[in-house]
């Protein structure tokens, strides 16, 4: 008789829920065989519903292949609401219909897998730009008009460059033809690659200055208002990285000028 291990050896090629294999097996009474039939079917469903899912998010560079347009940047900033640190925007250049497993807007991706969509974009994608805005120019200029700019960087260091953009719920003065698609990082691939970049690459600023600022936990709040952080700025006050135009850091800075 066929071992259990034997079966499950088989079971792992397959693909196709249909495949005539599945009805082979489930004559086997066996309670072990029927286990590692749906736990195969379950996995093959799995993956059929991820391709599903890429290839709905592929819907907007769909259109602009059909175009005959093959260098299409997907663009997305993050850190637009922490009280401390830089603004930090992607701009990202995937070959034509690339599908990276599990790859979606960076919110939604586990922690633990950050570092892995990471590298799997950085070993796809045609280029990379990356812009950083810190919080001195945040402050000067605005946070809306700094995350322009740290696009506006981030795609300037595309080579090639782009012949369309999709950015994230946002338009830039730019030659470039460009689409602004809101919700952009769970609805197209090209802005979630870009999403996920500006994500893991801020975190990293963020935990460096962790090291250089203890006591703020900005390796695990990347420099958003939580209760550790305030608690931080309460006991050590607020350093140089932080956003002197929001508050409470702005009337923080405004009271400990008056004393």
């Known amino acids: 008789m066929v ?8 079971l792992a ?35 059929m519903d991820e391709e599903l899912r890429l290839e709905s998010m592929l819907s907007y560079e769909k259109e602009l292949y059909a175009q005959g347009i093959s260098f299409i940047a997907g663009v997305d900033e993050v850190g ?3 009280l401390a640190g830089p603004v930090v925007a992607a701009a990202v250049i995937l070959p034509q219909n690339c599908k990276i497993k599990g790859l979606n807007d960076s919110k939604k991706i586990p922690k633990k897998k950050h570092e892995e969509i990471f590298q799997a974009v950085k070993d796809n994608a045609l280029a990379i730009g990356i812009g950083v ?11 809306y008009v700094a995350t322009k700019l740290a696009m506006k960087e981030a795609i300037s260091q595309l080579e090639p460059q782009p012949e369309h953009l999709l950015i994230d719920a946002m338009k830039l003065d730019l030659p ?9 990082d769970a609805n197209s691939l090209s802005i979630a690659a870009a999403s996920i970049i500006a994500k893991v690459t801020r975190d990293k600023i963020m935990a460096n200055y962790d090291e250089e600022f203890p006591g703020y936990d900005f390796a695990q709040n990347a420099g958003y208002g939580t209760a550790k952080h305030l608690e931080g700025i309460e006991k050590h006050g607020v350093t140089s990285i932080h956003r002197t135009s929001f508050e409470p850091i702005k009337t923080i800075v405004s009271e400990t000028s008056k004393r």
């Not at 005539?20 to 590692?36: C, N």
Request: proline share 3%; no cysteine.
């Open 133 to 143: 805005m810190d919080n001195h120019v945040i402050d000067q200029v605005n946070i």
């Open 13 to 47: 090629k397959i693909t196709d829920l249909e495949s005539p294999f599945f009805k082979e097996f489930e004559k086997d009474s066996r309670a072990g065989v029927q286990k590692e039939i749906q736990k195969r079917k379950k996995a093959i469903q799995v993956e």
């Open 176 to 184: 470039n033809s460009q689409t602004s698609i809101i919700k952009g």
């Open 80 to 82: 637009r609401g922490p």
């Open 3 to 10: 071992t259990i291990k034997e079966i499950k050896e088989v």
